[in-house]
């Protein structure tokens, strides 16, 4: 049985339990829903259709891609419904014999003008929108990564971690001088060691711009790595699956910049050595809060965030009090503190953790170079 | 008065028509809404109120961002919400001294629990949610460029169109041998040219892979431009604004690929020639569908689509039966007739294509390069 079917099993298990006739769950621009790769392989832009007599119906955008990855008992292409999510519906039901009166769920990121849309065109069924349906379901189950996934983990980070020493042996020779030369050794070195590519948009921000959290331009020609901090923030997506880690470059650093790195490598550690099973997450990203606020600094972003297919997915690790998530193992995530300042720049550190039976284990090596 | 100002006024004089007192406008991971941008130079998460009596608050997710780039009449840190929208919703009708029972647009993208959840919590305040609200306004406002923005188009045609030169003459010579080398290329001489990046993930595909309409993954080491067919479909983004070509290289070509590539061809032309001031966007579409079903072949995606801070904006290029745009001077799109199979391979011709006064100017210089 392949891990595809393993997985749709569990969501036809859930789909019986509650009584649902079928679930759609859709990847679409500005609604990518990365759980129909996780169900069939197919790597974008289609509709799953899953129905309670564990039968599964694909319909991608783009029927040669499907050809060429998809696993799933039926594939239709989108075109034979116009591309229209409320057509492949009605079709989907059709096709699959759903009965009349039955319970079919959308995913809960429907609008809400186009959920009243739905109830009002198709009447025969029970259009079901939630929020603790089956895309929140699949979302959790994501969450603890399986034996594959973790084997992919480990490849993608021997991967990172490799262009992780070849980012710092450029810098030091001088070979990287500039934002876009540290953005794009990354794209050539993940891509040559059998990369999808990088996992989302490299962020490469020099002395003058590490004061944001996330630069912006992603990255520029401006000189990288001179004096003060610059930032390195980029992933390796293997398998489907990124990592995520980030370097921060520091040279001739003033006393205040020193301290921003001294804290954060502080946070970092501290961080990893609350994380392990049963571990509250939120527990851990407010002891890291507390730690900043006694040197009166405040991160402006969570302290990490799950990691799979997508860059950012549970679980989070923040210290928002309905942050109800307790670490298990399987589980992938982000540890990464950071501080920023408008005048001396921005510093983060962040790894990829993993989960064990006994605790917790960096899977990558991201770390402070002092130049 | 700049022009993020007088384009907010366009949505101020909106909501004096519709009788709400503020609107959001959110833009976040999965929620991207570049209206944001548009309306106040912001470039990326951030929420932005308006009100009735014509005031801005823009609450960001980075404040140092911010202070950098954007124009609001305040400016109050994500972080001081929670990060959360409703508290932020909360908090802007407090700050801005929203009379209670007035009308609050939330975004059309909202979903449906979450609605549910902000009228539940939301008790003093109208919240509407509607799909021809302000979302929809500001992007049909959107939809057609003012002076500002056409001046920024030109820019960036003429840096996509020196980098076409340069990739069919690094191609020719031998130098781009791999589709990592020719997207690599475009990274580096678009920001080499001032652009912030490229427009979106550029498609590289040889021949083994131009079956994809959106080649999967999108670049590899695997070999560009050898014999049979070969797409490479990018954009440069210069002042947040992208350009969208799709080049073709063709190589060593048998007759059913030379086919592919002449209907194609004529397609393209065909559909520039219908191009001016009052044409319907979907007769245009259909008369491509047409002359692709004469040689029973068939488009498997959309004619074109705007473009703009976004890949794909308004206005629709495609057949469909409820697509009604109109082309009107201003309107910025682009016109990609492709064809693909399992077999043979792909081609796609992309252009982008300003609507004037008199007809229709093609900005870029996008073409099928037979070597």
């Not at 739905?118 to 969450?143: M, N, P, Q, S, W």
């Not at 001294?262 to 501290?270: G, H, N, Q, R």
Request: include cysteine.
């Amino acid at each position: 049985m392949s891990a595809f079917e393993t997985r749709r099993d569990q969501i036809y298990d859930w789909l019986a339990r509650e009584g649902s006739a079928m679930v759609l769950f859709e990847d679409a621009e500005g609604r990518r829903d990365p759980t129909v790769r996780w169900l069939t392989g197919h790597p974008a832009d289609a509709l799953l259709f899953l129905t309670a007599d564990r039968k599964s119906l694909l319909v991608p955008w783009d029927i040669n891609m499907a050809k060429a990855y998809a696993q799933a008992d039926i594939i239709l292409p989108y075109s034979e419904f116009e591309r229209r999510p409320g057509a492949a519906i009605l079709g989907a039901a059709e096709k699959m014999k759903i009965p009349p009166g039955s319970k079919i769920e959308i995913p809960s990121v429907t609008s809400y003008p186009a959920f009243l849309n739905y109830v009002g065109t198709i009447t025969d069924f029970d259009i079901i929108c939630r929020e603790h349906g089956a895309g929140e379901t699949a979302k959790k189950l994501r969450a603890v990564k399986d034996e594959d996934e973790i084997k992919i983990y480990r490849k993608a980070a021997k991967i990172t971690n490799e262009i992780i020493d070849h980012l710092e042996k450029n810098v030091r020779s001088g070979k990287i001088k500039t934002e876009t030369d540290a953005a794009l050794l990354i794209e050539i070195e993940s891509r040559r060691r059998g990369c999808e590519g990088t996992g989302f948009g490299t962020l490469a921000a020099g002395p003058e711009r590490s004061f944001g959290i996330h630069a912006f331009p992603a990255y520029t020609s401006a000189a990288f790595a001179g004096p003060g901090l610059s930032i390195l923030d980029f992933g390796c997506r293997y398998g489907g699956y990124t990592t995520d880690v980030t370097l921060t470059f520091a040279r001739d650093c003033t006393a205040a910049q020193e301290k921003l790195l001294t804290l954060t490598e502080k946070a970092y550690k501290l961080a990893l050595s609350m994380a392990r099973p049963g571990a509250a997450a939120k527990t851990i990203a407010a002891s890291v809060d507390s730690l900043f606020a006694k040197s009166k600094k405040a991160m402006p972003h969570a302290l990490g965030h799950g990691i799979g297919l997508e860059e950012h997915e549970d679980p989070a690790i923040r210290s928002r009090a309905d942050n109800e998530w307790i670490l298990e193992p399987g589980m992938v995530f982000t540890l990464e503190p950071g501080l920023y300042d408008q005048v001396h720049g921005g510093c983060r550190l962040e790894n990829d953790i993993l989960i064990t039976e006994k605790g917790a284990e960096a899977l990558t090596e991201g770390r402070i170079i002092r130049l």
